[in-house]
């Protein structure tokens, strides 16, 4: 089936409705409402996300594409939290001195976060705006994990 929008000719397989486009952004700022919500705890942000995928698993596959795509972009930057939060405790229970590499991982750690934010807004922002945003590495895992079944609303290629 075609639609006609102007000048161009879009087949329903291709056609993203504009609120779709409000969908698939959420899908990104989940990560942010996690962080707010238990800064300390990685796993929750990456939760969040989990929760968002899966009440959007009726969606288009444009929304469930970025869905993906922002709780692989999470899973990236899980483990690093993980061990700083880990070596952290660990530090603090024990009553250690932090060595030099400590405050180096740590350094990396709060600019992998910073980075993370920073192109999570910006992802969101532009994907809101109609733009699909394909983060590197991060986008071919997306495109083997997403399906690309019918749902309730429209055929998807």
């Known amino acids: 089936m075609e639609y006609t929008e102007g000048n161009l000719k879009t087949t329903q397989e291709t056609l993203v409705y504009p609120h779709e486009y409000e969908q698939a952004g959420n899908a990104y700022l989940m990560a942010i409402v996690g962080l707010i919500a238990g800064l300390p705890l990685p796993i929750v942000n990456f939760t969040a996300s989990v929760i968002y995928y899966l009440s959007n698993l009726k969606s288009s596959y444009f929304v469930r594409w970025h869905c993906i795509q922002a709780m692989i972009a999470q899973l990236v930057v899980m483990p690093f939290n993980s061990i700083a939060i880990g070596w952290t405790i660990r530090l603090m229970i024990t009553e250690d001195d932090p060595t030099w590499f ?54 998807i290629a």
């Open 102 to 155: 400590f405050g180096f991982y740590i350094f990396g750690v709060i600019l992998l976060n910073i980075c993370e934010f920073i192109a999570v807004m910006i992802t969101a922002s532009k994907v809101k705006k109609g733009e699909n945003v394909r983060w590197a590495i991060i986008a071919g895992i997306t495109d083997a994990l997403c399906s690309k079944k019918k749902t309730e609303n429209n055929y």
